[in-house]
């Protein structure tokens, strides 16, 4: 069964610093797709990034950053230079590629990582 | 294009009544899910629907009910709420396509309370 840890439950940094958010994974398929969301403090989910398992390019969207890594199953996320608007709750999901699987709904998400930004 | 819409956004029930948290899509998506989050348990797929007339079981389905009578809409249905329930519910809608993970879009969400 596939299952994502996010071990980290509280983060708090002080604005402008930089944080990482680890996500760990277990999947016995070799596809699959790691995602992350964002839930701001108004409750709605955000999509953030996609990933597939064939691609371990590290990605980077302004002041975030995704680093893949398959060999330690991990799909850390890095916020620069952090802002009080990045204060929220981050998910990581896991979705497999299974024969009965058409790539969405079997998706897995971690406990998720409540984010404080101090201003 | 409104997305995913969820209605209600907050209800209160008792124990043993019924209703039914409507979802609506407009993007022509064949997929669509309901999740349930609950504190430090992240979101769980309770039921997912891959095209009209399709659906199937996610991680927690008991006391649940859903069908797919058109693209658009996913209802899901508590047929004797619980406690237990209480919870709040997320749709999702996606594309849906063999080998390719589409991320999901959810809606906004509803606040269910069961006393």
């Known amino acids: 069964a596939q299952k994502v840890t996010q071990a980290q439950t509280e983060i708090s940094v002080v604005e402008k610093e930089d944080v990482t958010l680890d996500c760990v994974y277990e999947?016995?398929?070799?596809?699959?797709?790691l995602f992350w969301y964002k839930q701001p403090p108004s409750g709605e989910l955000v999509f953030l990034i996609r990933?597939?398992?064939?691609?371990?390019q590290n990605e980077i969207s302004g002041r975030y950053s995704w680093n893949f890594q398959k060999s330690t199953s991990s799909f850390n996320f890095t916020i620069t230079a952090s802002q009080v608007v990045d204060s929220a709750v981050y998910f990581c999901?896991?979705?497999?590629?299974?024969?009965?699987?058409?790539?969405?709904?079997?998706?897995?998400f971690g406990t998720g990582t409540r984010l404080t930004i101090i201003p | 294009n409104a997305g995913v819409t969820q209605t209600p956004k907050f209800q209160v029930l008792k124990t043993g009544q019924s209703m039914t948290l409507q979802c609506a899509q407009d993007?022509?998506?064949?997929?669509m899910s309901w999740y349930r989050q609950d504190p430090g348990m992240g979101l769980r797929l309770i039921h997912y629907?891959?095209?009209?007339?399709?659906?199937d079981q996610g991680e927690v389905p008991n006391g649940y009910n859903v069908s797919r009578s058109t693209t658009e809409d996913f209802p899901l249905r508590l047929l004797s709420a619980a406690p237990s329930q209480t919870s709040v519910y997320f749709c999702?809608?996606?594309?849906?396509?063999?080998?390719?993970?589409?991320?999901?879009?959810f809606g906004p969400g509803t606040r269910l309370t069961v006393t």
């Open positions: 999702a809608s996606s594309f849906s396509e063999q080998g390719k993970g589409y991320e999901q879009y």
């Open positions: 999901a896991l979705s497999e590629n299974s024969i009965s699987n058409f790539g969405n709904e079997k998706l897995t």
């Open positions: 999947t016995r398929d070799t596809t699959y797709y």
């Open positions: 990933r597939n398992s064939f691609d371990e």
């Open positions: 629907s891959v095209g009209a007339g399709i659906t």
């Open positions: 993007m022509n998506h064949e997929y």
